[in-house]
Structures are given as C-alpha cells and as structure tokens.
C-alpha cells in the first residue's frame, strides 16, 4: 500500500470513525480535553506508522489503545492533568473484549449514546447540553454549532468551554441513567438528536447542503432511544419525523448541485421504504395520546409525503397544525413556518404581514431563509425593488453554497419594477 493510499484511509476512519474513537476515549479517560487530544495523538501517531506497516486489522480498537497510552504518557508529563489518576485506568489493548466490544452497534451500551445522556445531564444548561453534544458526538466546528444557534461563535465557545469544566469539576458521571432518570433527560436528548439531524438534512455552512454521515447519525441514535424507551412517544415521533425528511433527500439537489424546493423534486425517487415506515410511526405517535411537538411536526411531514404531488398538498391542514404547534412550542422559526403555510392558503399578502411582524422583532435578523421566504412573497406581489433587496439580504446570510447559488438564480430572474404584477400564487 501506497504513502498516499495509507492517507487516503486515514482521513476515510477520520471521517467515519473518529466521533466513536472520542466517545470511548472519553469513557476511559473521563476528561473531554483530554480524550480530544489523546484521539488527535493518535492519529498522528497513525500517519507515520502505518506508513511502514500494514493498517491493523481493527484501526479503531489499535486508535483507542493507542490514544489511552498517550493519554497516560501526558497526564505523567503535564501538570494540568495532574489530578488524572494513570494506574487507576483499566489496562486496554487491541485484543482485549473491551476494544473488541467497539465493533457492536447494538443496545443502549454503546459509548455515543452514552456520551450523549452525559452531555445532557441535568446539571447542564440546555443550550450547553446540545451545543456540547453536536460538538462531541458529531464533530461539528465552534462555528457551525453557532450558525445553529444563531448566535455569535465568542459566545458559543464560552459555553463549550464552560460545559466541560462543569462536566469534569462536578464528576458527572459517564452512563446511560437508570430508568427513574431518563424521562427528565429525554427533551434535552430529542433536541440533541433533532439537530443533529438538522444539521446533516441542511447544514449551515460548507460546500454541501447535505451532510449524510450526522443525518444518518442522528436516525440511529434516535433508534436506540426507542429500543431504549419504547414507551416514549415523543421519540418515536421524532425518528418518524426524519425519516419522512431523509426519505426526500436523494431528490434535493439536481444533477449538477442545485438545490430544488419542495415542488419541484421528483417524487417517484422518494424512498418508499422510509416513508411508509414514517407514516406508520406518526400515526402510532397520534393515536398514542396528546400530541407533542414532534408527534405535530411529524404530522406535517406526513402530509407532504403522502401528496401525490406538490399541487394537491394540504396547505391548511398543514397551517392549523402549525398553529398549533406553536401554541405548544412558540418559537420564531415555526412562526416563520406556520406564515409559509398561511401564504399557501390565503395568499402572498396574508403570509406577508405574518413575516413582517416577525422581522420586526428582530429575533430572525440573521437568519436567511426569512430574508429569502419574505422575498419569494414579494416577488408573488410584484414588489421586485423590495425582492430583490431582501434576496440581496439573504445572499449575505446564506453560508452553503447550494443555496447561495439558489439565491443568486432567483435574484437573476427578477423582473424589472415595470413589469406586470404577478398574481399572489395560493
């Protein structure tokens, strides 16, 4: 094997692997910090290496050993981390059954989700308890953790930095919590999941709108919290939610790139499998008892995917059910969604004053899909000045480049001022 072939593989169990090499470092080194910079040691010890030898039979078991081992190498060398106890770590070796249990992805033993119940301890902030997670378990940057939040990427440093020393200062244990625990960590690990999810489906920023490796994540974790809690409904209306959203994702960007909204994506490429499984799991989440918010969001899913096609999709049912998620779980973003679908129903105008008065607020300012909804619904009323200004907005907020070079199209195709009214598209 190649120098170059050896890299190539390298940067392939980065990419795949390393978010579990973190969650089992953290497991026995019991410092996030320090497990970060034992996984990056290992990898580096990885590159000379295996350039003289052959890639191990198991790359992950042969990284967390050797990480571990760097670990207790700097935790003897570096005053910080003097309060690490080296002899007191479990000895670790590729062929021990503990790094031969890395390879099973079943049950609720598995080191991620682990790692996501202690991210979400109570003790912890819940905008700390998600931040740190998609930080940890999906390996998403400071910055795009804060595109997220829709907050400055200072602050959400801040809060990284805080959550960890909380974490290691107030011994918050490393575990799945017993059965009298989880219902009072289950929201914070349904946000956690959800965007995760969010983030894979349409991500923040990058080259790429679609970042399967964390939706594909965020299904299977959802998974395990359902074998985990069959009782819970909520989570199984949030893994019926996704999948209806994945089940759409072959189908949104076009051949060359482009992002396609909603109508026009072929629905015959949609995956069957996902959808009826989908549909099948909100209607037991409905029948289940009172609604939650996923359960009403999983609804709406429901109802785009059960449209043969984009004319006959049930825009009002789809408004009263966000108005009543929002009567639940008042947040602007689904304000902003719930005044898409009003848009739909009653008209361009109808959908404007909504969107207006949340601009107003200022809560949105940053956010760029509601620079680019007001903007398609000025363009339906033949207000092209003010489109074009507000996809202008849009195109500097926007991060990802499919839906910058969206942006860019719609701003190309706007009529002069003095063209005909368009007529409000219902």
Request: aromatic share 4%; net charge negative; hydrophobic share 45%.
């Given at each position: 094997?190649?120098?170059d072939?050896?890299?190539?593989?390298?940067?392939?169990?980065?990419?795949?692997?390393?978010?579990?090499?973190?969650?089992?470092?953290?497991?026995?080194?019991?410092?996030?910090?320090l497990?970060?910079?034992?996984?990056?040691?290992?990898?580096?010890?990885?590159?000379?290496?295996?350039?003289?030898?052959?890639?191990?039979?198991?790359p992950?078991?042969?990284?967390v050993?050797?990480?571990?081992?760097?670990?207790?190498?700097?935790?003897?060398?570096?005053?910080?981390?003097a309060?690490?106890?080296?002899?007191?770590?479990?000895?670790?070796?590729?062929?021990?059954?503990?790094?031969?249990?890395?390879?099973?992805?079943?049950g609720?033993?598995?080191?991620?989700?682990?790692?996501?119940?202690?991210?979400?301890?109570?003790?912890?902030?819940?905008?700390a308890?998600?931040?740190?997670?998609?930080?940890?378990?999906?390996?998403?940057?400071?910055?795009?953790?804060a595109?997220a939040?829709?907050?400055?990427?200072?602050?959400?440093?801040?809060?990284l930095v805080?959550?960890t020393?909380?974490?290691?200062?107030?011994g918050?244990?490393?575990?799945?919590?017993?059965a009298?625990?989880?219902l009072?960590?289950?929201?914070?690990?349904?946000?956690?999941?959800?965007?995760?999810?969010?983030?894979?489906?349409?991500?923040?920023?990058?080259?790429?709108?679609?970042?399967?490796?964390?939706a594909?994540?965020?299904?299977?974790?959802?998974?395990?919290?359902?074998?985990?809690?069959p009782?819970?409904?909520?989570?199984?209306?949030?893994?019926?939610l996704?999948?209806?959203?994945?089940?759409?994702?072959?189908?949104?960007?076009s051949?060359?790139g482009?992002?396609?909204?909603?109508?026009?994506?072929?629905?015959?490429?949609?995956?069957?499998?996902?959808?009826a499984?989908?549909?099948?799991?909100?209607?037991?989440?409905?029948?289940?008892?009172?609604?939650?918010?996923?359960?009403?969001?999983?609804a709406?899913?429901?109802?785009?995917?059960?449209a043969?096609?984009?004319?006959?999709?049930?825009?009002?049912?789809?408004?009263?059910?966000?108005?009543?998620?929002?009567s639940?779980?008042?947040?602007?973003?689904?304000?902003?969604?719930?005044a898409?679908?009003v848009?739909?129903?009653?008209?361009?105008?109808?959908?404007?004053?909504?969107?207006?008065?949340?601009?107003a607020?200022?809560?949105?300012?940053?956010?760029?899909?509601?620079?680019?909804?007001?903007?398609?619904l000025?363009?339906?009323?033949?207000?092209?000045?003010?489109?074009?200004?507000?996809?202008?907005?849009?195109?500097g907020?926007?991060?990802?480049?499919?839906?910058?070079?969206?942006?860019?199209?719609?701003l190309s195709?706007?009529?002069?001022?003095?063209?005909?009214?368009?007529?409000?598209?219902?």
């Amino acid at each position: 094997m190649s120098g170059d072939d050896v890299q190539q593989q390298i940067a392939r169990i980065y990419r795949e692997d390393s978010r579990r090499i973190l969650a089992t470092l953290i497991r026995l080194l019991g410092d996030f910090d320090l497990a970060e910079e034992a996984m990056q040691d290992a990898f580096a010890v990885a590159v000379e290496s295996w350039r003289a030898d052959t890639i191990p039979s198991n790359p992950r078991a042969w990284l967390v050993s050797t990480g571990r081992h760097r670990a207790i190498d700097r935790a003897r060398r570096d005053s910080r981390a003097a309060p690490l106890n080296a002899m007191a770590i479990p000895a670790v070796s590729p062929e021990t059954p503990a790094i031969a249990a890395l390879e099973d992805e079943s049950g609720v033993e598995d080191d991620r989700l682990r790692l996501v119940f202690t991210c979400c301890h109570p003790a912890l902030a819940q905008e700390a308890q998600v931040a740190l997670t998609l930080r940890t378990i999906c390996g998403l940057t400071t910055e795009e953790i804060a595109r997220a939040f829709l907050v400055p990427v200072p602050t959400m440093a801040q809060r990284l930095v805080r959550a960890t020393g909380k974490i290691r200062h107030a011994g918050i244990p490393y575990r799945v919590p017993s059965a009298h625990e989880l219902l009072e960590r289950l929201d914070s690990v349904l946000a956690v999941v959800y965007l995760v999810f969010t983030e894979g489906y349409a991500a923040t920023s990058g080259d790429e709108i679609v970042r399967h490796d964390l939706a594909r994540e965020a299904i299977r974790l959802a998974r395990l919290l359902v074998e985990l809690m069959p009782w819970a409904n909520e989570a199984n209306a949030l893994l019926a939610l996704m999948l209806l959203h994945d089940a759409r994702r072959a189908t949104r960007l076009s051949p060359d790139g482009d992002l396609l909204l909603l109508e026009e994506q072929d629905r015959s490429q949609w995956d069957a499998n996902q959808i009826a499984e989908g549909l099948a799991r909100v209607d037991a989440a409905l029948r289940a008892g009172r609604a939650g918010s996923y359960a009403i969001q999983a609804a709406v899913a429901a109802l785009h995917a059960a449209a043969p096609n984009a004319a006959e999709t049930d825009w009002r049912q789809i408004a009263a059910l966000y108005a009543l998620l929002l009567s639940r779980a008042p947040t602007p973003v689904i304000e902003l969604n719930h005044a898409v679908a009003v848009a739909m129903v009653d008209g361009a105008q109808a959908g404007l004053l909504l969107m207006d008065a949340i601009a107003a607020r200022g809560e949105l300012r940053e956010y760029h899909l509601l620079h680019s909804a007001r903007a398609d619904l000025l363009r339906r009323l033949g207000r092209f000045d003010a489109a074009r200004a507000a996809y202008q907005t849009a195109l500097g907020l926007a991060a990802v480049e499919p839906e910058r070079r969206f942006l860019e199209r719609r701003l190309s195709e706007i009529r002069s001022p003095d063209s005909p009214k368009e007529s409000p598209r219902r």
